[in-house]
């Protein structure tokens, strides 16, 4: 397939691209920077020049692919607007083209809000952050689209041993001696390896369902307290963790900061019932 990436440098989307690559598809990326450019071009990429905050200058090129995976935002106070306009744009290319086209949208596992010991499913009701709350609106969208077969992926918090949700942590610890927590120590996350992931995204996009959203997560809740013990003893630390407060987090930080203080839990049963996901990661606590 010849699909085209949004976010295609980011850390979602960059181990996507190379999923891609690796399974013979033809990979087109979104390039905002020269810096994007680079990277892209290291792995022989094909580059489309254009910024999401102005997709009608480059739109165009739907008329030449198969799928788009959108994995892209902004993280600006208007990036729900941003990524409308965007949306709206996309629809109105592959209409002129008359294309019909894989999409595959990227949702998130804080659309589910606080779910204490309960674990949601597809079918629990969204009470998402306002930060994001934006997102479900627009995956209705992109699902309403005659021209799409879309699906609507929700990523729980997504790691590797050196980065994703683990990064805020290893950076405190090495500059301070010591991890920051946001909120409390007691706080679940469910967790996804950015490989797993990456698999998971391309075993959508080579799929025929549409018209669906799936969970994707291979860790229902993995308490923060037993991640900054592992942490302290790979890093040596001899200090507690710093907790701080969660309105002191979020007016230093904005609202998006409640997202890694939510105590959640989260099922992907229903992406292992339809597709073949093998997973390589399954203890973040084993490997960190």
Known sequence: MRILVLGATGYIGSAIVDELKNNDHDVIALARSSEAEEKLLAKNIEIVRGDIRSPHNWSHVVQNVDAIIHTAATFTDDMGDVDLTLVQELISACEKFSNRLRFIYTGGVWLYGETGSNIATEDTAYNPINAFAWMIQNAK???????????????????????????????????????????????????????????????????????????????????????????????????????????DVITGQGDWAQGPMLDQRMSAQKFHDAFDWTVQHRNVLSEI
């Open 141 to 247: 969208i992109v699902q309403a689209a005659s021209c799409f077969d879309a699906i609507t992926l929700h990523p729980s918090i997504v790691w590797d041993r050196d980065g994703g949700g683990l990064s805020r942590f290893i950076t405190s610890i090495k500059e301070k001696g010591r991890a920051e927590v946001w909120g409390s120590l007691e706080t679940h996350w469910p967790m996804v390896h950015r490989e797993d992931l990456a698999s998971a995204y391309r075993l959508a996009v080579e799929s025929n369902l549409s018209n669906d959203t799936f969970n994707l997560t291979t860790e229902e809740g993995v308490l923060v307290r037993d991640i900054i013990q592992k942490l302290d003893r790979r890093f040596d630390v001899s200090k507690d963790a710093l907790i701080i407060p969660a309105d």
